[in-house]
């Protein structure tokens, strides 16, 4: 909720000042009253959110993320990040200007399969359809993959094969497909916060399927999705998120001092574990955080979770609701927390 300001600069001239001095009593009642009077020229000293911070933290822990392979750029080879993610590069798929390189490159991969990741690493699982529409999606997991030779930035000369970690049987998905970060050159870094598009590697104005693959291992059976990039940056394993009933827009008001510039908000579906839509609409008339479809069903049952950066601590706020029509959550306020914590609190969501 918004504080409205008064302004106390010219109290000290007004006539109810004046008539106070005139007394005995008043003497000492100025002397308290103008103590609580603001001088103008004196700024607040009460920490403030700090959006620049906020994203400097979620570009940090993406870069902290970032696993780092040696390959022969000419035999090519298969990475596995410590997550379970393989990713296998044929020979001679690395180049610069469309020609192959030699020698050694270093392959960068992130893999990011939880809630907590998604929140503190900012890759929020919100979908722009070809229409500019924008909904919410089901992940099975976010990557960010690149390649180096020294201080030359390298492009993939060859389709490379991308392998999700083991999933059990009972929790695949077969209507995964494959979505990427934006379409054009300034959407592949690992510093990109394009929302995610329908891939069409092949260019047939379809949108690439995730494969399904049997496995066997030491712990049993297993599965993982599969699927081919034809060039570096973000990739995701997605579906659109179904939603069934009524629906209704849902507003966050959030306390005072923070809008869009200096925190993020978020909207967690319960029971799903890779939901996660970031509310990066923010309505000035109201001051308050929205979200672009107005999709959300009247009866599911939602986190909203709030993180921001104050004076160099993270602070965050969660809060559990279920949705009602032209649904409004007041957020009163935030506590301070240390990453490692909110990222229990998070993953321990339903």
């Known amino acids: 909720m918004k504080n409205q300001k008064q ?6 001239n007004s006539k109810v000042v004046s008539n106070i001095f005139k007394s005995v009593l008043g003497l000492s009642l100025i002397a308290t009253f103008t103590s609580c009077i603001s001088d103008p020229d004196i700024e607040d000293t009460k920490p403030q959110p700090d959006g620049i911070a906020l994203d400097n933290r979620f ?20 990475v596995t990040g410590s997550q379970g993610t393989n990713v ?5 798929a690395f180049g610069i200007n469309g020609t192959p390189v030699t020698g050694n490159v270093t392959v960068q991969l992130l893999e990011i399969y939880d809630k907590a990741s998604m929140v503190l690493k900012n890759r929020s699982t919100l979908g722009q359809k070809a229409n500019g529409d924008k ?29 999700s970690r083991p999933v059990d049987f009972a929790d695949l998905d077969g209507g995964m ?18 929302d995610w598009v329908e891939a069409d590697e092949d260019k047939n104005g379809e949108q690439d399927d995730a494969k399904i693959r049997d496995g066997q291992g030491a712990a049993g059976e297993f599965a993982t999705y599969n699927y081919d990039i034809g ?27 923070f809008n869009k510039d200096n925190c993020a908000v978020y909207l967690s579906y319960d029971g799903e574990p890779t939901a996660l839509a970031r509310m990066d609409v923010y309505n000035t008339d109201l001051e308050m955080f929205t979200e672009h479809y107005g999709l959300i069903p009247i009866g599911l049952e ?23 029509d032209n649904h409004i959550e007041v957020i009163s306020s935030l506590s301070p927390i240390t990453q490692p914590a909110l990222e229990s609190l998070i993953n321990g969501l339903p």
């Open 7 to 12: 302004n106390f600069t010219n109290l000290k």
């Open 59 to 78: 570009l940090d822990n993406r870069i902290d993320g970032l696993e780092e392979f040696t390959l022969d750029a000419t035999t090519g080879g298969i």
């Open 88 to 92: 296998s590069f044929p020979a001679n």
């Open 135 to 163: 909904e919410a999606l089901k992940s099975a997991g976010q990557f960010f993959i690149d390649a180096k030779q020294g201080a030359n930035e390298l492009e993939l000369l060859k389709k490379t094969s991308v392998q």
């Open 177 to 194: 497909k494959i979505f990427r970060t934006g379409i054009d050159n300034d959407c592949d870094g690992i510093d990109d916060d394009c």
């Open 231 to 257: 060039s570096f940056g973000w990739t995701n394993l997605d579906r659109w998120y179904s939603f069934a009933g009524a629906k209704t827009e849902i507003f966050i008001d959030v306390p005072a001092d």
């Open 302 to 324: 939602v986190h909203i979770i709030m993180v921001a950066e104050i004076d160099g601590v993270l602070h965050y706020a969660i809060q559990g609701t279920t949705i009602v």
